[in-house]
C-alpha cells in the first residue's frame, strides 16, 4: 500500500469549521452582522488572512451575504446551504440531532427506490455481477460495521448505474453524514444489512432490467431499519 506523507489541518480549516458551526448553532443568527476579520482574528488567535480564506469559504457556499463597504451578514443555511452542511448538522455538540437524522433517513427511504428504478433500466447484467460480489462479501460476515460498509458499497454501485450526477452527490453527502455513525448505528442497521436474501432480490431485478421489481425490493431493504431507527429517534426526542 503506498503511503503518503500526514498532513495537518491547515489553519482557514479550522477557523472555517469554528465559525460555520456558530452559524449552524445559531450563535450568529441569520441577518445578524458577522464580526470583523480583525475581531476574528483577534478571538481565535490567528492571522487575518487566515479568517479572510476561511471567509472566502463560507461566501462560496452561500452563507455570507458580502456587501462591498457594508457589514457581512450572515444567511439562514436552511434556504441557502447545501447537503454539504449535513455532516455537521448530524452531530452537533458531540451529540446526534434527532431531527436531522429522521430527515435523512426519510430522504434514503424517498430516494433510494428511484435510484434503483433508473439503474434497472440504465445498468443491464454486467452490473449484477458486481452487485452479487457486495453481498456475497455482506452474507459473510457478521460484523454490523463491515455488513454497513459491503451495503454501502453495493448502494454505490447502484448510484454509478443511474448515471444521475444528481443523486451521486446526494449519495455522496449522506454516506460522509453517516459513515462517522457506523458503529454506533451498527444495532439499529441489523434490520436492515443483516437481510442479503432481499439486497439478492434487488441485485437480481436490476440485473434482470425490471423497473417496477427494483422498486419494491429497494423498499424492502431499505425500510426495515428505517422504521425501527425513526421509532428509536421519536423515543429519543420524548424523552
Known amino acids: 500500500m503506498p503511503l503518503t506523507p500526514v498532513t495537518?489541518?491547515?489553519?482557514?480549516d479550522e477557523v472555517f469549521d469554528q465559525v460555520l458551526a456558530e452559524v449552524v448553532d445559531g450563535g450568529i443568527g441569520a441577518g445578524e452582522a458577522l464580526p470583523s476579520e480583525?475581531?476574528?482574528?483577534?478571538?481565535?488567535?490567528?492571522?487575518?488572512?487566515?479568517?479572510r480564506e476561511a471567509l472566502q469559504r463560507m461566501t462560496q457556499t452561500r452563507l455570507l451575504d458580502v456587501r462591498h463597504g457594508g457589514a457581512t451578514t450572515v444567511r439562514d443555511f436552511r434556504r441557502y446551504g447545501g447537503l454539504d452542511l449535513l455532516p455537521l448538522l448530524l452531530v452537533r455538540g458531540g451529540r446526534v440531532d434527532a431531527a436531522v437524522a429522521r430527515s435523512i433517513l426519510e430522504a434514503r427511504l424517498?430516494?433510494?427506490?428511484?435510484?434503483?428504478?433508473?439503474?434497472?433500466?440504465r445498468g443491464g447484467?454486467?452490473?449484477e455481477a458486481l452487485l452479487a460480489a457486495s453481498v456475497d462479501a455482506l452474507a459473510a460476515t457478521d460484523d454490523g460495521?463491515?455488513?454497513?460498509?459491503h451495503a454501502l458499497?453495493?448502494?454505490?454501485?447502484?448510484?454509478d448505474a443511474a448515471d444521475s450526477m444528481v443523486f451521486r452527490l446526494m449519495f455522496n453527502s449522506l454516506r460522509?453524514?453517516?459513515?462517522?455513525a457506523l458503529e454506533a448505528l451498527a444495532p439499529l442497521m441489523a434490520a436492515e444489512?443483516?437481510?442479503?436474501?432481499?439486497?439478492?432480490?434487488?441485485?437480481?431485478?436490476?440485473?434482470?432490467?425490471?423497473?417496477?421489481?427494483?422498486?419494491?425490493?429497494?423498499?424492502r431493504v431499505l425500510r426495515p431499519a428505517t422504521t425501527s431507527i425513526l421509532s428509536a429517534l421519536e423515543a429519543l426526542e420524548e424523552s
Open 8 to 12: 495537518r489541518r491547515s489553519v482557514p
Open 38 to 51: 480583525r475581531r476574528l482574528a483577534e478571538v481565535l488567535g490567528v492571522s487575518r488572512p487566515a479568517v
Open 110 to 121: 424517498v430516494v433510494g427506490p428511484g435510484v434503483a428504478v433508473l439503474a434497472a433500466e
Open 125 to 127: 447484467p454486467p452490473l
Open 145 to 149: 460495521v463491515e455488513q454497513q460498509q
Open 153 to 159: 458499497a453495493f448502494w454505490d454501485h447502484v448510484v
Open 176 to 180: 460522509a453524514a453517516y459513515e462517522p
Open 193 to 219: 444489512v443483516g437481510q442479503p436474501g432481499a439486497y439478492r432480490l434487488l441485485a437480481a431485478a436490476i440485473g434482470a432490467g425490471d423497473p417496477e421489481t427494483a422498486r419494491a425490493a429497494a423498499d
